[in-house]
């Protein structure tokens, strides 16, 4: 069964930094698209960043300049590398293959 996992979060303080990874268990990595989504609690779920199969990469304004995605087709791997962290920033993280595919989610924490 192809699945998505997430890993690498936790609790930081802010300013500091933490880089979430996504491994796709299939064969096709390589052909996909990949997103990372956030939901805060009350909130909905929103898009953070995505990357294409030909590494076209796109952040959300809140975001932006703070996190930045990466890919690494040989580990069928997507990254989101988050530095300048807020506490505004704390919510599930999520990666989609923009197919059928979502993770589990992984807790981010910015708390002093």
């Known amino acids: 069964q192809v699945q998505l996992v997430e890993s690498g979060g936790g609790v930081v303080q802010p300013g500091g930094s933490l880089r979430l990874t996504c491994v796709d268990s299939g064969s096709i990595f390589g052909d996909k698209d990949m997103g990372w989504y956030r939901k805060a609690p009350g909130k909905q779920r929103d898009l953070v960043a995505y990357?294409?199969?030909?590494?076209?990469?796109n952040v959300a304004d809140a975001v932006k300049g703070r996190f930045t995605i990466s890919r690494d087709n040989a580990k069928n791997t997507v990254y989101l590398h988050m530095n300048n962290l807020k506490r505004e920033d704390t919510a599930v993280y999520y990666c989609t293959d923009y197919r059928d595919l979502w993770g589990q989610g992984t807790q981010v924490t910015v708390s002093a």
């Open positions: 990357i294409t199969r030909d590494g076209r990469t």
